[in-house]
């Protein structure tokens, strides 16, 4: 009997670690189509579309050991763009190409600097504008694949070598463009797969799994991975583990599968399939044995939420604050959420600059408070020494 209850409790603790927990709203505007790099244990994520269609070049960043979320230097003005490809690299995380909502298709490219919280801008891509592009890193170069402008889709393959600061065109495609497909590397080949193509009309489907040799330029199908015809994937990766997320397929239905594939073995396991609304557009990362989702769309909704999966046993859990501050989306509203016994203290509304705007009293341990004469922006929300940043 012993044994059947150790049994038991071991499958009983296996399945609710694998179970999706919510965390931390993302501060920003609800949007889909953002970008998002990883920089050590921290990850930032940003752009994308709003809920009233405009595109941001706003960014935060998330502190996975510590579980909070902080504003940085936004893009730099009339670079708002969603669909852009977002990366990082010794120490720099990079956003490139991307469309600003409006039909205009960016080949800008920016480096963020963490300890300087700042955007510089890199050589631009010398060709036209492209956004929803694939891209993996091999080396010191980086391979931004296809994408789509007004022309339709592209089959095109761009290198930019940061040994040398310039880019170089390779060989295109050997088929008809891929557009919001999923890429990944292992540092030895390059793997592209899913998304739409140009044929019929941009309509097209790629439903194989191409392997990418850099020394010839050369692409071939693969059968070491198989995702089907989809796009809108989410892909995300830490050291030799990629973790591929949902997707859109051919009847439209929005996937919630994810997928965790080492790259040493090339074996894939099935993780839980996202629990919440099921939803595209989304932003990811992985950290502390957790994958992240955060913001996206579901039906006609975008979402501020972020989640999270743990896919070790060991997963690292987060620092649970005594207080939360969450998003009320109808008006300028936040949420305050405090233990019982911290009810008659006070909360101080501060702007970036560290100054006193406001102090409120709290009365119950969840309460609403209207902000709403305050000019749209970020702002900081402090108690007990500890601030949440929150942005109107």
Known sequence: MRLVLLILLNCYLNVAAQNWQQDLAFPGSPRDDGASFTIGSIHYAGTGRCIDFSCTGDFFAFDSHLNYWSPIASLPIWQERQYASAFSYNERG?????????????????????????????????????AGCQHFIIGSDVYLIGGRNATGILNEVWCFHFATNTWEQLGNLPFEGCWRGLAFSNQTSGFLAAGRTNAANQTGWNNQTWAYEAPTDTWTPTTLFDFGSRMYVNTASADSLVFVYGGIDPSDNTLTEVQKINLNTFQSTTLTPFSALPRKGCMSFVGNGYFYLSTGIAGNDRLNETWRLPFLPNATAPVTYEFSVFQVLEGAKIMIKILPQWIGESIQVRDLQGRLLEKITLEQTQQIIALENYPPGVYLIEMRGAARPIRL
């Open 94 to 130: 990079y956003v490139l190409c991307g469309e600003n909502c409006n039909g205009f298709y960016f080949n800008t490219f920016w480096k963020y600097d963490p300890s300087a919280n700042q955007w510089t801008a890199m050589p631009e891509l010398p060709s036209a504008g492209r």
